[in-house]
Nanobody
Framework: QVRLVESGGGLVQAGGSLRLSCAVS????????MGWFRQAPGKEREFVAA????????VEADSVKGRFTISRDNAKDTVQLQMNSLQPEDTAVYYC??????????????????WGQGTQVTVSS
């Protein structure tokens, strides 16, 4: 059974930084892409960033480009999201997700089959 656990969320002032981490356990021998999504109250879940199995390819949403960076450590089965210059509009529950082995990289929720429980990020103005 694959399990994803996010950590690192919290309350930060506008302009501050947070680093989210996602630990993957279970059947992790296959290659897979990883992604981060977020969902604010009353809004749909939206794509934030994704990274390919090797880490050689990354994609970020336009709203976070230049501020957020996704990375992964395959030896530790973890993926990180470094978030800088945070703004109140970044407030949301952040979820990490793991794709099936056939997906190289994905920017929509349908490209992922396993999800974490989410971690709250709150940015105060």
């Amino acid at each position: 059974q694959v399990r994803l656990v996010e950590s690192g969320g919290g309350l930060v002032q506008a302009g501050g930084s947070l680093r989210l981490s996602c630990a993957v356990s279970g059947r992790t021998l296959s290659t897979y892409a990883m992604g981060w999504f977020r969902q604010a109250p009353g809004k749909e879940r939206e794509f934030v960033a994704a990274i390919s199995w090797s880490g050689g390819r990354t994609v970020e949403a336009d709203s976070v480009k230049g501020r957020f960076t996704i990375s992964r450590d395959n030896a530790k089965d973890t993926v990180q999201l470094q978030m800088n210059s945070l703004q109140p509009e970044d407030t949301a529950v952040y979820y990490c997700a793991r794709s099936p082995p056939t997906i190289i990289i994905a920017t929509t929720p349908t490209g992922y089959e396993y999800w974490g429980q989410g971690t709250q990020v709150t940015v105060s103005s």
